[in-house]
């Protein structure tokens, strides 16, 4: 089971006044702070068929919702390597989701609409992923659950594994919310994905951007009156920190319960075999027969 623990615990922010970024502007009424402040979310990896199927069943229900298809990918991609899938969770409820989809030979799934542009990013020399599947519950309007689906999955992508760009498909009508909120820039044009049956626009968002606003913003909520975006919203640095090990020490613990344990040796390394060890031991009998008339 891959990182089965939670990854982060985290209270939900009152003040909601937002527009989640799978959502359209028309959308039910933001909880009241009363309701909203004092409870805590999870993060966590969907390590497991049960959170796999709640992740597949909130992006399918908010594609329907949005008019978008939906298709679930093999179980075999999901286990990959190449691919984390991040839910939220109130209680037993999953009330967010993204896939993080990490570059290898067959390519991303932003290769199918975009190969030009990726394939000039990889001659580039850069490391590049995707966030993919995003989809939060229309009830739910926290900033802190949307920042903390992108921080979680950041530290995953940049922190534990290398990449330094993020791709992204998003609808032509959301492009100035993730620009403004994130600091993405367009580098494809507006194409038919044929995955969802709507137009999509390549996003792209250089992790050391990401970086510095953490560093600047990540932490502070309350600046979130001042700074028009979702970083204050994001974890501190400290915080990043406390979740890198704790990622770390899992992944190591995962690798220590998969290798098989070698059987430990019948002596010490200082002793010799236990049948070269019979000379010594005979060695006063040999005395007292040497002596015999």
Not at 37 to 54: N, P, Q, W
Not at 82 to 98: C, K, P, Q, S, V
Not at 187 to 195: F, H, Q, V
Not at 254 to 265: F, G, I, K, L, W
């Given at each position: ?66 008019g ?28 967010g ?9 067959e ?7 975009f ?42 992508a ?10 992204i498909?998003?609808?032509p ?50 600046l ?27 992944a190591?613990?995962?690798?220590r ?7 430990p ?28 008339p």
């Amino acid at each position: 089971m891959l990182f089965s623990n939670t990854i982060i615990t985290a209270p939900y922010e009152g003040n909601s006044n937002l527009m989640p970024l799978i959502l359209e502007e028309t959308q039910p009424a933001p909880l009241a702070e009363a309701n909203i402040g004092h409870r805590l979310f999870k993060i966590r990896a969907a390590d497991c068929d049960g959170r796999r199927s709640s992740a597949n069943i909130l992006v399918s229900r908010m594609y329907a919702w949005r008019g978008y298809q939906s298709t679930v990918a093999p179980a075999a991609a999901v286990d990959s390597n190449n691919r984390i899938t991040l839910i939220a969770e109130d209680h037993n409820d999953t009330i967010g989701t993204m896939s993080i989809g990490f570059d290898r030979p067959e390519g991303l799934f932003v290769d199918d609409l975009f190969p030009a542009e990726v394939e000039a990013l990889r001659r580039e020399g850069r490391r590049i992923c995707e966030f993919t599947k995003l989809a939060v519950d229309g009830v739910v309007r926290s900033k802190r659950v949307l920042a903390s689906l992108f921080h979680v999955a950041y530290i995953y992508a940049h922190r534990l594994k290398g990449f330094d760009c993020l791709l992204i498909e998003v609808n032509p009508r959301h492009v100035r919310y993730y620009e403004k909120m994130l600091g993405f820039k367009t580098i494809g044009p507006e194409r038919l994905n044929r995955r969802v049956n709507a137009p999509a626009v390549l996003l792209c968002l250089d992790f050391a951007h990401a970086h510095a606003q953490i560093e600047r913003f990540g932490g502070q909520p309350e600046l979130g009156s001042v700074e028009r975006s979702l970083y204050p919203y994001f974890f501190s640095i400290k915080e990043e920190a406390g979740i890198v090990g704790r990622l770390q020490f899992t992944a190591l613990r995962d690798v220590r319960r998969a290798t098989p344990r070698r059987m430990p040796s019948p002596y010490r390394l200082d002793e010799e075999p236990l049948a070269q060890e019979q000379t010594p031991r005979s060695a006063p009998l040999q005395r007292a027969n040497a002596l015999r008339p």
